[in-house]
Protein backbone atom coordinates (compact mmCIF):
# COMPACT_ATOMS: atom_id res chain seq x y z
CA UNK A 1 0.00 0.00 0.00
CA UNK A 2 1.57 3.06 -1.11
CA UNK A 3 1.77 5.93 1.84
CA UNK A 4 -0.84 9.19 1.02
CA UNK A 5 -1.26 11.87 2.54
CA UNK A 6 -4.77 11.54 4.40
CA UNK A 7 -6.72 14.80 2.57
CA UNK A 8 -7.98 16.84 5.41
CA UNK A 9 -8.58 20.13 3.80
CA UNK A 10 -8.12 23.43 5.91
CA UNK A 11 -7.84 26.71 4.98
CA UNK A 12 -6.14 28.91 8.18
CA UNK A 13 -6.95 32.88 7.34
CA UNK A 14 -4.13 34.57 9.89
CA UNK A 15 -5.01 38.71 8.23
CA UNK A 16 -7.92 40.80 8.42
CA UNK A 17 -8.53 42.37 4.72
CA UNK A 18 -10.03 45.19 5.63
CA UNK A 19 -8.64 46.55 8.60
CA UNK A 20 -10.14 50.42 8.46
CA UNK A 21 -13.55 51.52 7.08
CA UNK A 22 -11.97 53.49 4.49
CA UNK A 23 -10.28 50.60 3.66
CA UNK A 24 -13.51 48.62 3.52
CA UNK A 25 -14.95 51.60 1.27
CA UNK A 26 -12.16 50.87 -1.13
CA UNK A 27 -12.36 47.60 -1.83
CA UNK A 28 -16.36 47.56 -2.60
CA UNK A 29 -18.04 48.37 -5.73
CA UNK A 30 -20.75 50.73 -5.24
CA UNK A 31 -21.67 53.78 -3.65
CA UNK A 32 -25.24 55.17 -3.10
CA UNK A 33 -26.25 58.37 -2.13
CA UNK A 34 -29.31 59.35 -1.18
CA UNK A 35 -30.41 63.10 -2.36
CA UNK A 36 -32.16 64.96 0.25
CA UNK A 37 -35.47 67.12 0.14
CA UNK A 38 -33.80 69.98 0.51
CA UNK A 39 -33.84 73.74 -0.09
CA UNK A 40 -32.41 75.61 -3.30
CA UNK A 41 -31.24 78.72 -2.87
CA UNK A 42 -31.13 81.21 -5.59
CA UNK A 43 -29.00 84.76 -5.81
CA UNK A 44 -28.59 87.34 -8.48
CA UNK A 45 -31.55 89.10 -10.12
CA UNK A 46 -34.10 86.80 -8.30
CA UNK A 47 -34.67 85.98 -5.11
CA UNK A 48 -36.85 83.26 -3.43
CA UNK A 49 -36.52 79.34 -2.06
CA UNK A 50 -37.97 76.13 -3.37
CA UNK A 51 -37.83 72.56 -2.68
CA UNK A 52 -36.78 69.75 -4.66
CA UNK A 53 -38.47 66.48 -4.16
CA UNK A 54 -36.53 64.26 -2.39
CA UNK A 55 -34.67 61.50 -4.86
CA UNK A 56 -34.45 57.73 -4.27
CA UNK A 57 -31.40 55.89 -3.60
CA UNK A 58 -28.74 56.56 -6.25
CA UNK A 59 -25.90 54.30 -6.82
CA UNK A 60 -22.83 55.62 -8.17
CA UNK A 61 -20.21 53.21 -10.17
CA UNK A 62 -17.02 52.60 -8.20
CA UNK A 63 -13.99 50.58 -9.76
CA UNK A 64 -13.23 48.38 -7.17
CA UNK A 65 -10.05 49.18 -5.25
CA UNK A 66 -10.59 52.68 -5.20
CA UNK A 67 -12.65 55.51 -3.86
CA UNK A 68 -13.58 57.31 -6.77
CA UNK A 69 -17.17 57.12 -8.57
CA UNK A 70 -19.13 58.31 -10.93
CA UNK A 71 -22.52 58.76 -12.05
CA UNK A 72 -24.77 60.14 -14.50
CA UNK A 73 -26.31 63.28 -12.47
CA UNK A 74 -29.52 62.76 -14.47
CA UNK A 75 -29.66 59.63 -11.80
CA UNK A 76 -28.25 61.75 -9.06
CA UNK A 77 -30.74 64.81 -9.56
CA UNK A 78 -33.19 63.62 -11.81
CA UNK A 79 -34.83 67.21 -11.42
CA UNK A 80 -32.60 68.79 -13.75
CA UNK A 81 -32.82 66.46 -16.48
CA UNK A 82 -29.63 67.31 -16.98
CA UNK A 83 -27.18 64.10 -19.08
CA UNK A 84 -23.72 64.12 -18.30
CA UNK A 85 -20.81 62.16 -15.96
CA UNK A 86 -20.43 63.60 -12.26
CA UNK A 87 -17.02 62.35 -11.24
CA UNK A 88 -16.82 61.52 -7.56
CA UNK A 89 -12.63 62.08 -6.65
CA UNK A 90 -12.37 60.77 -3.31
CA UNK A 91 -9.49 61.74 -0.91
CA UNK A 92 -9.27 59.99 2.78
CA UNK A 93 -7.46 62.21 5.31
CA UNK A 94 -7.81 59.93 8.30
CA UNK A 95 -8.69 55.99 8.47
CA UNK A 96 -12.70 57.14 8.84
CA UNK A 97 -12.86 60.55 6.93
CA UNK A 98 -13.25 60.86 3.29
CA UNK A 99 -13.75 64.10 1.03
CA UNK A 100 -15.33 63.77 -2.32
CA UNK A 101 -15.45 66.20 -4.84
CA UNK A 102 -17.34 66.06 -7.60
CA UNK A 103 -17.00 67.64 -10.96
CA UNK A 104 -19.17 67.11 -14.14
CA UNK A 105 -16.87 68.97 -16.94
CA UNK A 106 -18.79 67.53 -19.52
CA UNK A 107 -22.38 69.17 -18.18
CA UNK A 108 -20.94 72.96 -18.21
CA UNK A 109 -22.27 74.78 -21.46
CA UNK A 110 -25.61 72.40 -21.23
CA UNK A 111 -28.65 74.35 -20.70
CA UNK A 112 -31.39 72.92 -18.06
CA UNK A 113 -34.75 74.02 -16.67
CA UNK A 114 -35.94 73.83 -13.63
CA UNK A 115 -39.69 74.73 -12.70
CA UNK A 116 -39.50 77.23 -9.65
CA UNK A 117 -42.63 77.84 -7.70
CA UNK A 118 -44.65 77.46 -11.08
CA UNK A 119 -42.69 79.17 -13.42
CA UNK A 120 -39.67 77.54 -15.77
CA UNK A 121 -36.21 78.71 -15.66
CA UNK A 122 -33.91 77.94 -18.42
CA UNK A 123 -29.92 78.23 -17.08
CA UNK A 124 -27.24 77.30 -19.36
CA UNK A 125 -24.64 76.18 -16.97
CA UNK A 126 -21.07 77.85 -16.27
CA UNK A 127 -19.86 75.69 -13.47
CA UNK A 128 -21.28 72.28 -11.40
CA UNK A 129 -19.56 71.24 -8.45
CA UNK A 130 -19.96 69.37 -5.25
CA UNK A 131 -18.52 68.27 -2.22
CA UNK A 132 -18.83 65.21 0.01
CA UNK A 133 -17.53 65.33 3.57
CA UNK A 134 -17.96 62.16 5.63
CA UNK A 135 -16.97 60.12 8.63
CA UNK A 136 -17.38 56.38 7.67
CA UNK A 137 -18.44 54.43 11.23
CA UNK A 138 -17.87 50.76 11.96
CA UNK A 139 -18.86 48.25 9.64
CA UNK A 140 -22.11 46.71 9.62
CA UNK A 141 -24.56 45.40 7.43
CA UNK A 142 -27.93 47.79 6.53
CA UNK A 143 -30.52 47.11 4.14
CA UNK A 144 -29.79 49.32 0.86
CA UNK A 145 -33.56 50.90 0.71
CA UNK A 146 -33.02 50.43 -3.26
CA UNK A 147 -33.62 46.72 -3.18
CA UNK A 148 -33.73 45.63 0.07
CA UNK A 149 -30.79 43.66 -0.10
CA UNK A 150 -28.43 43.35 2.93
CA UNK A 151 -25.26 44.47 2.13
CA UNK A 152 -22.18 44.46 4.25
CA UNK A 153 -22.43 48.25 4.79
CA UNK A 154 -19.86 51.32 6.57
CA UNK A 155 -22.49 53.40 7.64
CA UNK A 156 -21.65 57.06 6.76
CA UNK A 157 -22.38 59.90 8.79
CA UNK A 158 -22.24 63.93 7.31
CA UNK A 159 -18.90 65.50 8.88
CA UNK A 160 -18.66 69.29 9.51
CA UNK A 161 -18.36 70.33 5.98
CA UNK A 162 -21.08 70.70 3.35
CA UNK A 163 -22.47 68.00 1.22
CA UNK A 164 -23.87 69.21 -2.05
CA UNK A 165 -23.98 69.77 -5.45
CA UNK A 166 -24.60 72.90 -7.10
CA UNK A 167 -25.60 74.40 -10.22
CA UNK A 168 -24.21 77.77 -11.51
CA UNK A 169 -25.30 79.16 -14.72
CA UNK A 170 -26.26 82.25 -16.37
CA UNK A 171 -30.15 82.90 -16.42
CA UNK A 172 -31.11 85.49 -19.35
CA UNK A 173 -27.16 85.79 -20.43
CA UNK A 174 -25.97 87.49 -17.48
CA UNK A 175 -27.61 86.94 -14.03
CA UNK A 176 -25.36 83.99 -11.97
CA UNK A 177 -27.63 81.75 -10.82
CA UNK A 178 -26.75 79.15 -8.05
CA UNK A 179 -28.59 76.30 -6.87
CA UNK A 180 -27.61 74.26 -4.77
CA UNK A 181 -28.92 70.41 -3.23
CA UNK A 182 -27.96 69.03 -0.48
CA UNK A 183 -26.64 65.53 -0.72
CA UNK A 184 -27.01 63.04 2.66
CA UNK A 185 -26.17 60.91 3.85
CA UNK A 186 -24.17 58.93 1.76
CA UNK A 187 -24.00 55.22 1.66
CA UNK A 188 -21.40 52.83 1.33
CA UNK A 189 -22.64 48.98 -0.26
CA UNK A 190 -20.11 46.78 -0.61
CA UNK A 191 -20.59 43.22 -1.53
CA UNK A 192 -22.96 41.72 -0.42
CA UNK A 193 -22.44 40.03 2.86
CA UNK A 194 -19.05 38.91 2.03
CA UNK A 195 -15.76 40.50 1.88
CA UNK A 196 -14.12 41.00 -1.31
CA UNK A 197 -12.07 38.20 -2.49
CA UNK A 198 -9.51 36.68 -4.93
CA UNK A 199 -9.66 33.66 -6.27
CA UNK A 200 -5.81 31.99 -7.50
CA UNK A 201 -5.61 28.96 -8.95
CA UNK A 202 -3.40 27.22 -11.30
CA UNK A 203 -1.22 24.48 -11.64
CA UNK A 204 1.60 22.52 -9.75
CA UNK A 205 4.00 20.53 -11.93
CA UNK A 206 5.56 17.95 -9.85
CA UNK A 207 9.51 17.07 -11.57
CA UNK A 208 10.76 13.77 -11.86
CA UNK A 209 7.69 12.21 -11.29
CA UNK A 210 5.51 9.91 -12.69
CA UNK A 211 3.33 8.79 -9.51
CA UNK A 212 -0.20 10.51 -8.93
CA UNK A 213 -0.53 13.84 -7.58
CA UNK A 214 -3.87 13.05 -6.09
CA UNK A 215 -4.50 14.05 -2.89
CA UNK A 216 -1.25 15.57 -2.59
CA UNK A 217 -1.42 18.91 -0.31
CA UNK A 218 0.23 21.93 -1.79
CA UNK A 219 0.40 24.40 1.30
CA UNK A 220 0.43 28.04 -0.29
CA UNK A 221 1.49 30.98 1.31
CA UNK A 222 0.68 34.70 0.84
CA UNK A 223 2.80 37.52 2.59
CA UNK A 224 1.99 40.79 1.72
CA UNK A 225 4.23 42.74 -0.17
CA UNK A 226 4.15 46.04 2.41
CA UNK A 227 4.62 43.43 5.32
CA UNK A 228 1.59 42.04 7.64
CA UNK A 229 0.98 38.38 8.71
CA UNK A 230 1.53 35.85 5.91
CA UNK A 231 -1.78 33.40 5.11
CA UNK A 232 -1.43 29.98 4.77
CA UNK A 233 -3.19 27.38 2.66
CA UNK A 234 -3.39 23.91 2.00
CA UNK A 235 -5.04 22.74 -1.04
CA UNK A 236 -5.42 19.05 -1.99
CA UNK A 237 -4.11 18.69 -6.01
CA UNK A 238 -5.93 16.50 -8.09
CA UNK A 239 -4.53 14.39 -10.56
CA UNK A 240 -3.38 16.69 -13.04
CA UNK A 241 -1.62 18.95 -9.84
CA UNK A 242 -4.67 21.29 -9.99
CA UNK A 243 -4.87 23.50 -7.01
CA UNK A 244 -7.19 26.67 -6.15
CA UNK A 245 -7.20 29.13 -2.98
CA UNK A 246 -9.23 32.22 -2.33
CA UNK A 247 -8.05 35.30 -0.40
CA UNK A 248 -9.47 38.16 1.28
CA UNK A 249 -5.80 39.81 0.84
CA UNK A 250 -6.12 43.09 -1.18
CA UNK A 251 -3.03 44.68 -2.85
CA UNK A 252 0.23 42.91 -3.93
CA UNK A 253 1.56 39.61 -1.83
CA UNK A 254 4.11 36.76 -2.81
CA UNK A 255 2.83 33.40 -3.64
CA UNK A 256 4.47 30.49 -2.54
CA UNK A 257 4.03 26.60 -2.72
CA UNK A 258 5.67 23.49 -1.48
CA UNK A 259 4.76 20.21 -1.82
CA UNK A 260 5.55 17.17 0.21
CA UNK A 261 9.53 15.90 -1.25
CA UNK A 262 9.67 19.42 -3.78
CA UNK A 263 11.38 22.47 -3.25
CA UNK A 264 9.29 25.00 -2.88
CA UNK A 265 8.69 27.70 -5.53
CA UNK A 266 7.33 31.49 -5.51
CA UNK A 267 6.14 34.42 -7.65
CA UNK A 268 7.75 37.23 -5.55
CA UNK A 269 4.69 39.54 -6.88
CA UNK A 270 1.22 38.24 -7.17
CA UNK A 271 -1.34 41.55 -7.72
CA UNK A 272 -4.76 40.57 -6.06
CA UNK A 273 -8.14 41.70 -6.82
CA UNK A 274 -9.24 39.85 -9.87
CA UNK A 275 -9.19 35.97 -10.35
CA UNK A 276 -5.85 35.06 -11.28
CA UNK A 277 -3.62 32.23 -12.82
CA UNK A 278 -0.27 31.05 -11.35
CA UNK A 279 1.50 27.80 -12.05
CA UNK A 280 4.50 26.05 -10.74
CA UNK A 281 6.77 23.49 -11.48
CA UNK A 282 8.64 22.33 -8.26
CA UNK A 283 12.32 20.92 -8.43
CA UNK A 284 11.96 17.02 -6.84
CA UNK A 285 14.59 15.37 -4.55
CA UNK A 286 13.67 17.57 -0.77
CA UNK A 287 13.22 13.92 1.08
CA UNK A 288 12.98 15.33 4.22
CA UNK A 289 10.65 18.40 3.20
CA UNK A 290 13.48 21.14 4.90
CA UNK A 291 12.65 23.22 1.44
CA UNK A 292 16.91 22.25 0.57
CA UNK A 293 18.72 19.38 -1.03
CA UNK A 294 21.22 18.61 1.15
CA UNK A 295 22.88 15.39 2.90
CA UNK A 296 20.39 14.23 5.21
CA UNK A 297 18.34 13.76 1.96
CA UNK A 298 20.74 11.06 0.91
CA UNK A 299 20.98 9.77 4.45
CA UNK A 300 16.52 9.29 4.53
CA UNK A 301 17.07 7.83 0.68
CA UNK A 302 19.22 5.47 2.35
CA UNK A 303 17.52 4.17 4.80
CA UNK A 304 14.93 3.68 2.36
CA UNK A 305 16.79 2.16 -0.44
CA UNK A 306 16.19 -1.33 -2.47
CA UNK A 307 12.19 -0.94 -0.72
CA UNK A 308 8.87 -0.61 -2.72
CA UNK A 309 5.59 -0.53 -1.90
CA UNK A 310 4.21 -2.32 0.72
CA UNK A 311 7.36 -3.23 2.59
CA UNK A 312 8.15 -2.03 6.33
CA UNK A 313 11.10 0.54 5.43
CA UNK A 314 9.76 2.18 2.38
CA UNK A 315 9.39 6.17 2.17
CA UNK A 316 6.80 7.59 -0.24
CA UNK A 317 8.53 10.78 0.11
CA UNK A 318 12.05 8.98 -0.31
CA UNK A 319 10.33 7.79 -3.65
CA UNK A 320 11.21 10.65 -5.68
CA UNK A 321 10.08 9.46 -8.91
CA UNK A 322 6.41 8.27 -7.53
CA UNK A 323 7.48 4.79 -9.63
CA UNK A 324 6.40 2.69 -6.23
CA UNK A 325 10.16 1.66 -5.35
CA UNK A 326 13.17 3.83 -4.12
CA UNK A 327 15.84 2.66 -6.23
CA UNK A 328 19.42 4.56 -8.01
CA UNK A 329 16.59 6.55 -10.41
CA UNK A 330 15.62 8.47 -7.19
CA UNK A 331 18.83 8.60 -5.95
CA UNK A 332 19.65 10.67 -9.66
CA UNK A 333 17.27 12.98 -9.17
CA UNK A 334 18.62 13.93 -5.89
CA UNK A 335 21.87 14.44 -7.04
CA UNK A 336 20.68 16.25 -10.08
CA UNK A 337 19.49 19.11 -7.72
CA UNK A 338 21.95 18.53 -4.87
CA UNK A 339 22.74 21.49 -2.50
CA UNK A 340 19.72 23.52 -4.43
CA UNK A 341 17.17 25.14 -1.77
CA UNK A 342 13.73 26.42 -2.22
CA UNK A 343 12.16 29.23 -2.85
CA UNK A 344 12.73 29.05 -6.24
CA UNK A 345 11.60 31.93 -8.51
CA UNK A 346 8.83 30.96 -11.35
CA1 LIG B 1 15.90 18.42 2.54
CA1 LIG C 1 11.44 5.49 -7.29
Known amino acids: MR ?13 SAWSTPVDDMRNGVDCTFALNESPYVI ?7 GTVPASPWTSLAKPAGSLNASVDIYALVPDLNLHATAFFTASASTST ?5 ITAPGAI ?5 FNYQGTDISVKISAITGELNLIAGSVSPEVDPTNSTVYRNVSLAP ?9 KGYLGGIVIFPVTFRIDPARYVGLAGNAPTTTISGKINLSDFVGDSTGRIATLTLTPSGGGSPETHYSILDAAGNYTLTTP ?4 VS ?3 KVGHWLSGIYTVVQLGSSTTRDFTLENGDVDADDGVTVFDYLELSNAFDTNTGDGGYSDSADLDGDGSVTVFDYLILNSKFDTFGPIEQ
Request: aromatic share 6%; no cysteine.
Open 159 to 167: DTGANFLQV
Open 255 to 257: LSA
Open 109 to 113: GQTVT
Open 3 to 15: MRFVGVSAVLLTS
Open 43 to 49: SGSTTGS
Open 249 to 252: LTGS
Open 97 to 101: TVKWT
